[in-house]
């Protein structure tokens, strides 16, 4: 270099050794030799600027890294990337006017569109430094619009300055296009509430509100914002038909996720809601009675109840046609082959069934005569649900119970304080008295009681006593259940009654598994209490009444009654019958 100062190979190798050797203090002298051996300005330029980048770092001299910069700009006042580095230095000293002055010089001059839009988001960044808004948002604008598809981030920061302008028509453009490109569905749900509301709250564009609303519910059909601000438009613009069917596909999504989570309390206060924007009283009454048990409402709510169940007419309804009773009552799960097995074969079933009344604690005396007042009320209870009647007995000492039992028949066991009420049953005694006939009818009482395995030693036995070996899938009942099983209906059935109960197990065989058992035994139960609540008039005594029996406060069988108080079924079943009023509040 002494002999040649100018050579550049030269420097090029010792700038090379300076830096893998990290000698920082010896590059920036090797870079101001070469500066000054220098003619050409444009070379003089960038050799300033990469002086002053190593002044900025690792050496951390702002004030020469500063002086270098500017003599690059002075050399070469079109050299964007020295008008960079100094607006960048600029920035990271709070400076800034000085960023702005450099950065808007620099965006002037860049060719490649992704380095302008670079430093277009950092224009806009100081500027809202400044508190510009305008220019801030300008800038950020025109880097948004320097590429087909903007960084998120990009997006995110021109967004909220739009937001903080109060400029509705840009944030909720911008958000409409971050909502259809982030990834996040939490993010992507805030995203299109807060379209739907600049676009109904500052833009006054329903159409606009309604889509935003719209889209939310697809990510989120049980969102209840969405759903009553849409509703709430439908109504303001008058589309009539938009609203019923808007609320009513509402309705169908939480009774749907209810079938998932039947005891979330959330999902019932939703629908009660949804129903008075329907102004649907009488599915309102019957949601709030199960939000009433699940847990507490407000005094309001309870002076709606009172009122409206007073409306309601407490006395029995008329007979169901058996076509009602049996789409009503019945679970879809319990019209399948354990009910067939009941109702075909019942009376050899009987038999394997059968309890002498002393081994419950029964006297021949405990027999309540047929000319009893309660035998009236039970056939009316009977005809209602379309099932035949069974004898009374009476029980002394389960108070307030009503028990569906067998013993040499089905029967009844009722206790003395329902027998004493026999002339003005209370919606309570009704329902119980209609879930026991409901069990006896249906079959109930051979489950009742007893675990899923039990039933299948049961179901396994009758196969074997009968010659119609049953393979029942993953059952869990012992070789010893079913032997003990076998011996006791061996005992009870005679050969014409096994051939009998023979040859309906032969039809049965295929269709009799563990799910299907575990499934019935639940469905049958529902069927009771849905018999009950029928018969009761009353569902919130029939769910105190449920309540009242079930250990399990989480039952399926608890379930399937709060699924069924606000189902169409019942609510339709109960206009039929004259239990909810007819007119309006």
Wanted: aromatic content about 4%; charged content about 25%.
């Amino acid at each position: 270099m002494k002999v040649q100062p100018g050579h550049e190979d030269a420097y090029e190798r010792l700038r090379t050794l300076h830096y893998a050797s990290k000698n920082w203090p010896n590059l920036a002298l090797l870079l101001r030799t070469q500066i000054g051996a220098t003619s050409e300005d444009g070379q003089r330029a960038e050799l300033f600027v990469e002086l002053g980048q190593l002044y900025v770092a690792p050496l951390a001299d702002s004030r020469h890294a500063e002086a270098n910069f500017r003599r690059a700009i002075e050399i070469s006042p079109y050299n964007s990337e020295a008008l960079i580095a100094l607006g960048n230095l600029y920035e990271e000293q709070s400076q800034w006017k000085g960023a702005v002055e450099m950065l808007r010089r620099a965006e002037m001059l860049l060719a490649d569109a992704s380095a302008r839009a670079e430093v277009q988001r950092r224009l806009g960044r100081v500027h809202c430094q400044l508190h510009e808004l305008q220019p801030a948002q300008e800038a950020l604008q025109r880097a948004a619009d320097a590429t087909p598809s903007p960084p998120l981030d990009l997006l995110r920061e021109l967004a909220d300055v739009a937001k903080e302008r109060e400029d509705g028509a840009t944030e909720a453009t911008v958000r409409a296009l971050l909502a259809d490109r982030v990834d996040g569905e939490e993010e992507r749900k805030t995203l299109r509430r807060r379209v739907a509301i600049l676009a109904e709250e500052s833009l006054d564009d329903d159409d606009r509100a309604v889509t935003s609303w719209q889209q939310l519910l697809t990510l989120d059909p049980l969102d209840l914002q969405a759903t009553e601000r849409l509703a709430a438009i439908y109504g303001r613009i008058g589309h009539r038909a938009a609203a019923d069917q808007h609320l009513h596909a509402a309705v169908s999504h939480h009774r749907a996720e209810l079938t998932r989570a039947p005891f979330q309390t959330r999902l019932y206060k939703q629908l009660t809601a949804i129903f008075r924007w329907q102004r649907a009283f009488d599915p309102l009454y019957c949601a709030y009675i199960t939000l009433s048990q699940l847990s507490g409402i407000g005094e309001s709510e309870l002076t709606f109840l009172r009122n409206y169940g007073e409306r309601c007419n407490a006395q029995l309804p008329p007979s169901l046609t058996p076509e009602q009773y049996d789409r009503l009552l019945l679970p879809r799960a319990a019209r399948g082959p354990l009910r067939e097995l009941w109702h075909r074969a019942s009376s050899v079933l009987l038999k394997t069934l059968a309890v002498p009344p002393g081994q419950l604690g029964l006297r021949r005396g405990d027999r309540i005569a047929a000319k009893h007042p309660l035998h009236t009320e039970v056939k009316r209870i009977a005809e209602v649900l379309q099932i035949p009647t069974a004898d009374l007995w009476c029980l002394p000492k389960a108070p307030d119970a009503v028990v569906a039992a067998m013993l040499t028949k089905p029967v009844l066991l009722v206790s003395n304080e329902v027998v004493d009420r026999a002339k003005s049953l209370s919606p309570h005694d009704r329902f119980r008295i209609g879930h026991g006939l409901m069990e006896l009818a249906e079959g109930a009482i051979l489950l009742r009681g007893r675990p899923v395995k039990t039933i299948q030693a049961f179901v396994l036995a009758l196969g074997v006593v009968t010659q119609q070996p049953l393979d029942l899938r993953g059952a869990e009942a012992s070789d010893e259940d079913v032997q003990q099983e076998k011996e006791r209906i061996s005992q009870a059935l005679g050969r014409r009654e096994r051939r009998k109960l023979g040859e309906v197990l032969a039809d049965l065989a295929q269709s009799l598994g563990q799910g299907d058992l575990a499934d019935q035994t639940s469905a049958l139960g529902s069927a009771a209490y849905r018999g009950g609540l029928v018969v009761s008039g009353d569902p919130l005594s029939a769910l105190r009444a449920a309540l009242d029996m079930e250990e399990d406060r989480r039952s399926k069988q608890l379930a399937d009654l709060l699924l069924y108080l606000i189902g169409d079924d019942y609510l339709r079943l109960r206009v039929e019958l004259g239990i909810a009023p007819q007119e309006k509040l």
